[in-house]
């Protein structure tokens, strides 16, 4: 019998080989593994409380991310209600870097065919902190090579590039010498909830919006106001918390459903169990704007998410109005840095200052912001808190103010009496 007639068998058999190793792999989610929360800085703490709430285990903070382990339920989970996450990866692979060879041979020894077939379609994502590598471009292109080459040599077939609905999607980490390859079970960042189809200029990332209103200690047992609201995230984002409606419930898809165990019935069971702990706030979340076409933006939002019902959006002149109820609120806002538009800074942050002295009494205010000189310090006002974060690019600082009807002292006097 000549060579070449045996391809066709050892080909079914190679095919049989790699059902029985994804099949393997697959099996061992339905235990606890290790897991990978993707964060912005300063929301670890945040990312990890959230993370206990939900039952995770093993929970260690890093820099920008939080480790934890959960079984497959929980990755569905995970996926659906944090908030502060910004992906959640699986580590599938780690191995050690000597040079930048060293990534290519790495990457043609995993059996990639655990993960995916030659028919199917994957992306790349790539993150660099090393002295052997200075482009994450790079480091995409090279791994791209090593899976793809790892098919055409064994099936004579290779898998597809689709950046935008591919069947499976590697996160390829490097730090120092040190690579991580995972799985990303999200896909597209978990910011892009679903809700948000109109906005402004520079609008807030909904993960940002959402670490901004839990570091405020924001439950939804407090009365809640945004100034100057724009298009709307911070109040939705308060909303949400408000009510216990997961983070990511809107969202059309989730990388995960094109895995090959992918469990239907066990997603809709986590995705009607957190259904059912959705309750209704009666507190109230105001937000402000000066600009017509923001105000109607942030509504256009708030009925996409469905929250009509919770929060009040009126065109409104922080500056030019009284705060709008008695008693104990929680202030948040992102006015503009400078940055973002055309202001004179001093004269703004000084209003800010003295709207929130004269009108808002009885305060928690907190803002954030890049401009920590002309912006901050013309506030005129004593910060009890500084938190530093970043805005993309920029570093910020989201810094919270205490107003109190009368001094501070006797404030405290009269909550001890």
Known sequence: MKLWSLRPKLLVFERIKYQLRSLSYFCCMEKDFDMLAKSLFGFEPVLARELRNLGAQNITEGVRNVKFKGDLGFMYKANLALRTAIRILVPIHTFILNNQDDLYKNLSKISWDKYLDENSTLAIHSSVHSHIFNHSHYVSLKSKDAIVDYFREKYQKRPNIDLK????QFDIHIENNKCTVSLDSSGESLHKRGYRTDTNIAPINEVLAAGLVLLTGYDGTQNFIDPMCGSGTILIEAAMIANNIPANINRPEFAFEKWKNYDEKLFQVIHDSLLKKVINSTKSIIGFDKAPSAVRKAQANVENASLEEFIKIERKNFFEEKKP?????IVLFNPPYGERLDINVPEFYGKIGDTLKQQYTDTHAWLITSDFDS???????????????FNGSLECRLVKYEMYSGSRKRSKMDAQI
Do not use: A, C, N, Q
């Open 375 to 389: 912006g901050l310090k013309s506030v005129g006002l004593r910060t009890s808190r500084k938190i530093k974060l």
């Open 165 to 168: 609905h591919p069947d499976v």
């Open 325 to 329: 109820f008695e008693g104990s609120v």
